[in-house]
């Protein structure tokens, strides 16, 4: 995933909680798909 500055970001999940990273994917895929991730990344920038 690019933000807004075109870098790569990245989160870690502590292994404990491995079984939400599906979910987050949808969430920030879902985000990206509405073009509300880039407003994100211009917030706080």
Do not use: D, T
């Amino acid at each position: 995933m690019l933000g807004a500055g075109s870098s790569p970001v990245m989160l870690r999940i502590h292994p404990q909680f491995r079984q939400l990273v599906p979910v987050l994917n949808r969430a920030i895929r879902q985000l990206n798909a509405e073009g509300r991730l880039k407003a994100i990344f211009q917030r706080y920038h």
